[in-house]
C-alpha cells in the first residue's frame, strides 16, 4: 500500500509541477507525472536520482495522474523523505550563501549549518546571535563577515545564483546533498574529527563504495618507481572490484587515476575545486569521463569555485575518511600526503605506505600512525585475503 501523500512530502510545497523525461529513462518517451503535493523540480531531482529505482519509475507509463511513489522509493522510509524536504530546503539556502564566498570562509558556513536548524534562520539572525555562535568558536573575523551578510543588499543576487545552479543539478548536473540527507554517507564521513556538513556529488545523488575502498594518495613530484607503484596499487584494487579515491591530483593521483580507469574499478575523485575547474586543468578530460558515468566526483564548493589551498587541506581530509585504508606511495614528513595520513589517523582509518623507499618521511610518519611499510604486490595480497591493514 502506498503511503498518504502527507506522510511522504511533509514540507511545505506550494505547486503543482510536471515532469518529463525523467532522470533514469532508458528510452526517449512522452509521459507526464504529477506529484501531490507537488515538491520543487530540484527536491525531486533529490529524491529520485540515477538509481534502479529511478529507471524503474521512468519505463512506467502511468494513466493516472496520482503516481503510487512507492514503486519509485523503496529505499526511503516516510522518515528519510521527512529529512529530504528539510535537506532540499537547506540546501537552497547554503547555495546562497555560497555566493558570498568572499565573505563567508568554510568554518563560518560550517558553523552555520551546524547551528540553525533550518538554515535559513541564518538570513533572520540578529548581531547578537552571530556575535554568540562565532564569538563561542574564537572564529571572530566570521562574525563580522556574516554580519555584512545578514544586512546585505544582494540577497536577490544570491537567490538567482542558487537558483541557477540547483537547476543545473536538476537536470542530471549532480547534487548537493546535506549532512541530514538520507542518501548522504554519513557513516563513513562522520569519522572526520573536521565535520562535513555537505558534500557536491556529480553526476548523480548515489556515492557507491565498493570493498575494498582504498585511498591512493601521494606527492605531484613523484619518482618513476613512485608513480608504479600507485599503479600497481590501483591495478590491484581493480582486480578485486573495489573502488579508487584519489585528489585527481598530478603525480601519483594521476597515475592511480589513470591505471583504475583500465579496470573495473569504481573511481572516486575528490577535488579541492569546483566541478567546472578542476586543478592542474589537464584532467578536465578525466573529470568529463567520470560525469559521463565511469565514476563520482566530489567537492565541497559549487562547480565555479576555483581552486585554493584552503580547498586542498579540506578535501584531504575527505579522501582520508571515505576509505577503508589508505596508501601512501610517495611524500615528504609535511606535505600534502602527510595532511591526509594526519586525517586518517584522526579518523581511525587503517594507512599503509608502499613507497618504494622504506626510509621516506612518509614512510615514517605513516609507522608514527600507527601503520606498516610494505611493497604494492604484499598489499594487494592483503586485500585478497580480505584484510585493510
Known amino acids: 500500500m502506498p503511503l498518504p501523500p502527507s506522510h511522504i512530502w511533509m514540507a511545505d510545497f506550494s505547486k503543482w ?12 518517451c512522452r509521459w507526464t507525472i504529477m506529484f501531490h503535493p507537488a515538491p520543487s523540480f530540484a527536491a525531486m531531482r533529490q529524491v529520485l536520482p540515477n538509481t534502479e529505482a529511478g529507471s524503474h519509475l521512468a519505463t512506467r507509463k502511468k494513466r493516472s495522474k496520482k503516481l ?48 540553525f536548524r533550518p538554515l535559513s534562520r541564518f538570513f533572520e539572525a540578529t548581531e547578537r546571535e552571530l556575535k554568540y555562535i562565532f564569538a563561542r568558536d574564537r572564529h571572530l573575523r566570521g562574525y563580522v563577515d556574516a554580519h555584512q551578510l545578514v ?13 541557477r545552479h540547483l537547476n543545473a543539478f536538476a537536470e ?10 538520507p542518501a548522504f554517507p554519513r557513516m563513513r564521513l562522520e569519522r572526520s574529527r573536521l565535520p562535513v556538513d555537505w558534500l557536491f556529488i556529480h ?23 613512485q608513480l608504479d607503484a600507485a599503479r600497481d596499487v590501483a591495478e590491484g584494487v581493480g582486480a578485486l572490484g573495489g573502488t579508487v579515491v584519489t585528489g585527481l591530483a598530478t603525480g601519483a593521483d594521476g597515475a592511480a587515476h589513470e591505471a583504475a580507469r583500465s579496470t573495473e574499478a569504481s573511481i572516486v575523485a575528490v577535488l579541492g575545486s569546483g566541478v567546472a575547474k578542476p586543478y592542474p586543468s589537464e584532467h578536465a578530460k578525466w573529470v568529463k569521463e567520470l560525469l559521463e558515468g565511469r565514476g563520482t566526483v566530489l567537492s565541497e564548493v559549487p562547480p565555479d569555485y576555483a581552486p585554493n589551498q584552503d580547498g586542498f587541506v579540506l578535501r584531504n581530509r575527505i579522501v582520508a575518511a571515505l576509505a577503508d585504508v589508505v596508501v601512501a606511495v610517495s611524500g615528504k614528513y609535511a606535505s ?14 587503517p594507512v599503509v605506505s608502499v613507497d618504494p623507499d622504506p626510509a621516506s618521511g612518509i614512510s615514517a610518519l605513516v609507522r608514527e600512525c600507527g601503520g606498516y611499510v610494505s611493497s604494492p604486490s604484499d598489499f594487494v595480497r592483503q586485500l585478497e585475503r580480505g584484510e585493510d591493514a
Open 17 to 28: 509541477r510536471t515532469f518529463r523525461a525523467m532522470p533514469g529513462a532508458r528510452v526517449p
Open 68 to 115: 503510487d511513489l512507492s514503486l519509485a522509493l523503496p529505499m526511503f522510509t516516510a522518515a528519510d523523505l521527512h529529512n529530504i524536504g528539510e535537506a532540499a530546503e537547506d540546501a537552497n539556502t547554503l547555495m546562497a550563501m555560497f555566493y558570498f564566498r568572499k565573505i563567508l570562509d568554510h568554518q563560518a558556513l560550517s558553523l552555520c549549518v551546524q547551528h
Open 151 to 163: 544586512s546585505h543588499t544582494q540577497r536577490s543576487a544570491a537567490s538567482r545564483y542558487a537558483e
Open 172 to 181: 542530471g548536473l549532480g547534487s548537493l546533498l546535506m549532512h541530514n540527507h
Open 203 to 225: 553526476p548523480t545523488t548515489a556515492l557507491r563504495l565498493s570493498r575494498p575502498t582504498v585511498a591512493i594518495v601521494g606527492s605531484r613530484q613523484s619518482s618513476k618507481r
Open 336 to 349: 600534502g600526503t602527510a595532511h591526509t595520513i594526519r586525517f586518517a589517523c584522526d579518523a581511525s582509518v
